[in-house]
T-cell receptor
Framework: NAGVTQTPKFRILKIGQSMTLQCTQDMNHNYMYWYRQDPGMGLKLIYYSVGAGITDKGEVPNGYNVSRSTTEDFPLRLELAAPSQTSVYFC????????????FGPGTRLTVL | GQQLNQSPQSMFIQEGEDVSMNCTSSSIFNTWLWYKQDPGEGPVLLIALYKAGELTSNGRLTAQFGITRKDSFLNISASIPSDVGIYFCAGPYAGGTSYGKLTFGQGTILTVHP
């Protein structure tokens, strides 16, 4: 199993550009999550999904959108990039929502200039 | 909302020394998780704690679930250079169904000098 994979690893955007961060897991996990990590701030939940076709906002959803058309994929969309979205983005998945281990991808480092 | 406070924020130690760090919350947790993040990688689960007072080991790592359920501790014995990284505590969102959502502390950055 590849686990959780994310692409791209690095990206530089100009203000106002849009992009999609890709996340795929091959563990047949129902639950998937997007976090952002800012220096010294831990991880903040952006959006999550409990299954295909079901998504909901986390702690910091403004400026982002998600979709979950399949169990495997959970892309994160930035429509109008802003400097405040410069961060490292992590996707994670878990089999059930009962406080079990979340498996993380390697992250996407995004800079908005 | 819930907040987890980790202490210390950073540590600089010599190889072979023992390390202690903790995580506190203003609210009760039913689960405590400790993750480690290597430079340039995503976090990886080290230890999970599910019961107040529980003491669990994973090699040189030992974690404890505080009896008040508002804190947890992680100890690393005889540190080695590969222990370098950021250590996060985490716990499930409170109130209703958490759907596996986690709240993370801000992390403790560990540097080990050979």
């Amino acid at each position: 199993n590849a686990g959780v994979t994310q692409t791209p690893k690095f990206r530089i955007l100009k203000i106002g550009q849009s992009m999609t961060l890709q996340c795929t897991q091959d563990m047949n996990h129902n639950y998937m999550y997007w976090y952002r990590q800012d220096p010294g701030m831990g991880l903040k939940l952006i959006y999550y999904s409990v299954g295909a076709g079901i998504t909901d906002k986390g702690e910091v959803p403004n400026g982002y959108n998600v979709s979950r058309s399949t169990t495997e994929d959970f892309p994160l969309r930035l429509e109008l990039a802003a400097p405040s979205q410069t961060s490292v983005y992590f996707c994670a998945s878990t089999l059930t929502g009962a406080g079990n281990e979340q498996f993380f991808g390697p992250g996407t480092r995004l800079t908005v200039l | 909302g819930q907040q987890l406070n980790q202490s210390p924020q950073s540590m600089f130690i010599q190889e072979g020394e023992d390390v202690s760090m903790n995580c506190t919350s203003s609210s009760i947790f039913n689960t405590w998780l400790w993750y480690k993040q290597d430079p340039g990688e995503g976090p990886v689960l080290l230890i999970a704690l599910y019961k107040a007072g529980e003491l669990t080991s994973n090699g040189r790592l030992t974690a404890q679930f505080g009896i008040t359920r508002k804190d947890s501790f992680l100890n690393i014995s005889a540190s080695i250079p590969s222990d370098v990284g950021i250590y996060f505590c985490a716990g499930p969102y409170a109130g209703g169904t958490s759907y596996g959502k986690l709240t993370f502390g801000q992390g403790t950055i560990l540097t080990v000098h050979p």
